[in-house]
């Protein structure tokens, strides 16, 4: 008959008292749960917003990549002017090398030589006055 009597310390608790627990712990998990996840997104949000931060504005960022595209397309223009101006010389080279026209022609208009009968007229230069250094008239 041991077995019969029911003893104070090993009674069971109510079944309203176990589902108001299970309740305020689902309800506690809950609540962490969403905080954790408030959390979480609070500090994405904040390196986000770093990181396009840095993107923008750091020393490598937008503007320096912009700048360095405008630097390029400047260096890419002069790179043409240049080969553009190295074909000309070449090609002038190549006349002076082979046809007696050009070299005729270089001969006269740089040391001056005539043909005979050819009288050249040199006019003197202006002479280069700088705006800055004359005084304006009273």
Same mark, same amino acid.
């Given at each position: 008959?041991?077995?019969?009597? %029911?003893?104070?310390?090993?009674?069971?608790?109510?079944?309203?008292?176990?589902?108001?627990?299970?309740?305020?712990?689902?309800?506690?998990?809950?609540?962490?749960?969403?905080?954790?996840?408030?959390?979480?997104?609070?500090?994405?949000?904040?390196?986000?917003?770093?990181?396009?931060?840095?993107?923008?504005?750091?020393?490598?960022?937008?503007?320096?990549?912009?700048?360095?595209?405008?630097?390029?397309?400047?260096?890419?223009?002069?790179?043409? %002017?240049?080969?553009?101006?190295?074909?000309?010389? %070449?090609?002038?080279?190549?006349?002076?090398?082979?046809?007696?026209?050009?070299?005729?022609?270089?001969?006269?208009?740089?040391?001056?030589?005539?043909?005979?009968?050819?009288?050249?007229?040199?006019?003197?230069?202006?002479?280069?006055?700088?705006? %800055?250094?004359?005084?304006?008239?009273?």
């Amino acid at each position: 008959m041991r077995n019969a009597v %029911a003893r104070p310390s090993q009674q069971q608790t109510p079944p309203a008292t176990e589902e108001l627990t299970g309740g305020i712990a689902q309800q506690a998990a809950a609540l962490l749960f969403r905080s954790q996840r408030r959390v979480a997104t609070i500090v994405l949000v904040a390196l986000s917003l770093l990181i396009v931060y840095f993107v923008v504005f750091d020393k490598d960022g937008l503007a320096a990549y912009e700048q360095k595209k405008h630097q390029a397309h400047v260096l890419q223009q002069q790179i043409q %002017a240049l080969q553009q101006q190295n074909q000309q010389l %070449a090609l002038h080279n190549q006349r002076l090398k082979n046809d007696p026209d050009t070299i005729e022609n270089e001969a006269r208009q740089q040391l001056h030589y005539t043909r005979p009968g050819e009288v050249i007229y040199t006019l003197p230069q202006a002479p280069h006055t700088d705006a %800055a250094t004359q005084k304006p008239a009273k």
